[in-house]
């Protein structure tokens, strides 16, 4: 187990989404902060302020209003200070372009958003510990989709 929490970022536009990934997160067993919002605009004014301190990762829904999620990773990946922050995409979408776009596009894994809240423990689980190999590992398109 880390010793210092890891700090997460969701961006989701969907209330009931953000509260669904949250109350998962508190039976996750590790140490962690969560911040939210409601869309990408406010993620991204939130992560240009130099002096609110980075995430470990985000998760980012790609439909939201104001700013997308692959606006968010296409802004993330060209800026020097974020694009080492692993990212996943966190999305209801299956659709082969959206997958296809975001790997292209830098995001470290893929997580159609499961409706089971054990499912989501699972796979939010999964995420958060095996999250730092895609960093050394580089990109991967096999284990790119993260599927139970």
């Not at 991204?44 to 209003?65: G, K, Q, R, V």
């Amino acid at each position: 187990m880390r010793p210092t929490p890891i700090h997460i970022m969701l961006a989701d536009d969907d209330e009931d989404d953000r509260l669904f990934f949250k109350e998962a997160f508190e039976e996750v067993k590790i140490k962690y902060k969560i911040s939210t919002f409601n869309d990408g605009e406010q993620l991204m004014e939130h992560l240009y302020d130099a002096s609110n301190p980075l995430p470990d990762i985000i998760f980012l829904d790609l439909n939201m209003p104001r700013k997308s999620g692959i606006e968010c990773l296409k802004e993330i990946r060209n800026n020097e200070r974020l694009q080492k922050i692993s990212v996943a995409i966190y999305s209801t979408s299956s659709s082969e372009q959206d997958i296809e776009d975001t790997f292209v596009s830098g995001a470290n894994v893929y997580i159609k958003k499961p409706n089971d809240f054990n499912m989501l423990k699972k796979i939010l689980s999964d995420v958060v510990h095996i999250n730092w190999q895609y960093i050394t590992d580089g990109l991967n398109k096999d284990s790119f989709i993260l599927s139970l």
